[in-house]
């Protein structure tokens, strides 16, 4: 690994993403650089799709010349230095400023963990893409929503889910290559717990994304509902918009609940991946109950688990672990 290596997986990442940083202090030290690298690499053309005061077809062309890049089909070295400039958080100037040092490193990892990486960062800029595309029109007064639930399945898939495949193959591979497992179902549900995740994310920025002009709740359903999307902007929608949103949080507590059978799954001597999957899961699942009480639609109150709680989550799952049962209920299914 390149000596920017180190640095930039640990400071510059803490930097960028507190909660992933802990999410990835807890997985052993075998797995940290790939599943760190492609967290970066993400967030990169993330914040790229995210700076709305440049331009549509800037932004289209610089994610597809960092994706060439990625991949390695291009190696025209990046100058972001215009776009960093444009960035409100400075871990994410710099993030942009020392890209060329991520795809450095990316190049320093084995063949087979820099194709897991290149492909989940394809799939993931295809989902920023599509969103790009699908929302250039949309304005706080404009609002563009998703069609139908199938979109709104493929854009989880797309920017979350193929993680899961992604977090599975890396450690499959550097930890646990023969544990027996039911790879269709297991690799299933890691595609599920992504999805679960961006699902309880989209669920609880409903005002935010209204505000840029985005509304993922899909189309069809509001309609069914006898709503508009500009409906959602007002808080004393919540009653109307409570039905479908119910509908809505328990989609996402099933895929959350597969994201708990495959981290049981995972092999007991695994403690350092059970954890790291267990925290998300249980934060997720948390939150989709604070949802399912509040009002959601009310832009002055947003729902988010305070740092205490995740500190006990992550004590209990540390504690309980030498005692199956006990452990496995930490997870408490949503009942709306």
């Known amino acids: 690994m390149s000596n920017s290596g180190p640095d930039l997986l640990t400071t510059l990442l803490r930097d960028v993403s507190r909660s992933f940083y802990l999410t990835l202090r807890l997985l052993p030290r075998e ?13 990169a053309t993330d914040t790229i799709a995210d700076t709305e005061v440049v331009p549509l077809h800037q932004r289209l062309s610089a994610l597809d010349h960092l994706r060439s890049r990625i991949l390695g089909h291009c190696d025209t070295p990046i100058d972001f230095s215009g776009l960093a400039d444009n960035q409100a958080l400075p871990a ?3 993030l942009l ?5 991520a795809i450095t490193v990316l190049g320093t990892l084995p063949c087979f963990d820099r194709c897991c990486i290149r492909e989940v960062v394809q799939t993931i800029t295809s989902g920023q893409e599509l969103d790009l595309q699908r929302f250039h029109s949309a304005k706080s007064h404009q609002i563009v929503c998703l069609t139908n639930d199938a979109e709104l399945d493929d854009y989880t898939f797309r920017v979350a ?5 992604f977090w599975t193959r890396v450690c499959r591979s550097h930890l646990y290559p023969t544990a027996p497992l039911d ?8 595609v599920r717990f992504g999805k679960g995740l961006q699902c309880v994310n989209i669920l609880r920025d409903i005002p935010a994304d209204l505000a840029r002009g985005r509304c993922y709740i899909p189309g069809e359903g509001l309609r069914a509902a006898g ?10 929608a919540m009653d109307r918009f409570r039905s479908l949103y119910q509908q809505h949080l328990e989609t996402a507590a099933e895929h959350l609940a597969a994201g708990w059978r495959y981290t049981c799954a995972t092999p007991r001597s695994q403690l350092r991946v059970r954890l790291a999957c267990a925290l998300p899961l249980l934060i997720g699942v948390e939150t989709l109950r604070m949802l399912g009480r509040g009002n959601v639609l009310d832009a002055s109150h947003r ?7 995740v500190r006990t989550l992550l004590m209990q799952s540390l504690l309980l672990h030498p005692f199956p049962q006990r452990w496995e209920s930490l997870f408490q299914p949503f009942l709306g």
Not at 97 to 101: D, K, L, S
Not at 183 to 190: R, T
Not at 227 to 236: A, I
């Open 31 to 43: 797995v940290r650089p790939q599943i760190g690298l492609a967290y970066l690499l993400a967030r």
């Open 92 to 94: 994410e100037r710099a």
């Open 97 to 101: 400023a020392r890209i060329e040092e």
């Open 161 to 165: 889910g193929c993680v899961g495949g």
């Open 183 to 190: 790879l269709p179902a297991y690799l299933e549900n890691a």
């Open 227 to 236: 709503l508009q999307p500009s409906d959602l902007t007002q808080p004393e």
């Open 303 to 309: 729902i988010k688990i305070p740092r205490r709680r």
